[in-house]
Nanobody
């Protein structure tokens, strides 16, 4: 059974930092890349970052590049999203999801993900 469990969200002031965690099971990095998908209030889900074992490739949307870093710990079956310099527009529910490795570069389209977790809320506000 595929499972992804996100944690680490919360309320943070603009300019602050958070680290999100995604613990996965039921599939392997051999077949899938793992990405982070964000759903802002009133908007559709959009992929913002992805990591693949294909040459340890990472992808970042322009809106988060330079501020967010995606990393993986294979021993712990965990993928992290380190978020710095947070802005109010980063507010939303963050999901981690699995996408076929060969489609990892299409991570921005949330429909390409085959499964995801329950999400964790991130609120950036003063």
């Amino acid at each position: 059974e595929v499972q992804l469990v996100e944690s680490g969200g919360g309320l943070v002031q603009p300019g602050g930092s958070l680290r999100l965690s995604c613990v996965y099971s039921g599939f392997t990095f051999d077949d899938y890349a793992i990405g982070w998908i964000r759903q802002a209030p009133g908007k559709e889900r959009e992929g913002i970052s992805c990591i693949s074992t294909n040459y340890e490739t990472t992808y970042y949307d322009d809106r988060v590049r330079g501020r967010f870093t995606i990393t993986s710990d294979y021993a712990r079956s965990t993928v992290y999203l380190h978020m710095n310099s947070l802005k109010p527009e980063d507010t939303g529910v963050y999901y981690c999801g699995g996408i076929k490795k060969e489609f990892a570069s299409w991570y921005r389209d949330a429909k390409e993900f085959e499964f995801w977790g329950q999400g964790t809320q991130v609120t950036v506000s003063s």
